[in-house]
Nanobody, 128 residues
Framework: QVQLLESGGGLVQAGGSLRLSCAAS????????MGWFRQAPGKEREFVAA?????????YYADSVKGRFTISRDNAKNTQYLQMNSLKPEDTAVYYCAADRFVFTGQAMGVPDRYNYWGQGTQVTVSS
């Protein structure tokens, strides 16, 4: 069983930055696809970013965060990260870490049902 634990959320002003971490335990996830999703109050869960080791670590971003957010992973620490820069009030949401034992890329990386393991979420609030 894989367990995921997010950290790094908090309150930040518009234009600021935060780095989220997702530590995995239970088994090594070096070959897993890892991703981030978010859900704002009154809105549906949406894809943010994902990374796969296919091709050395293929990344995929939602258009709304492209150029502002960066996803990365450290297999030695069994952890993935989401660096969030130039934050906007519309980025306010609960952010969830996700993982799956299959390696996939492209559009499939943005589909929530593709991920079997999820963290509990961490709150990110961006004030204007």
């Amino acid at each position: 069983q894989v367990q995921l634990l997010e950290s790094g959320g908090g309150l930040v002003q518009a234009g600021g930055s935060l780095r989220l971490s997702c530590a995995a335990s239970g088994r090594t996830i070096s070959s897993y696809t890892m991703g981030w999703f978010r859900q704002a109050p009154g809105k549906e869960r949406e894809f943010v970013a994902a990374i796969s080791w296919s091709g050395g670590g293929t990344t995929y971003y939602a258009d709304s965060v492209k150029g502002r957010f960066t996803i990365s992973r450290d297999n030695a620490k069994n952890t993935q990260y989401l660096q969030m820069n130039s934050l906007k009030p519309e980025d306010t949401a609960v952010y969830y870490c996700a993982a799956d034992r299959f390696v996939f890329t492209g559009q499939a990386m943005g589909v929530p049902d593709r991920y079997n393991y999820w963290g509990q979420g961490t709150q990110v609030t961006v004030s204007s």
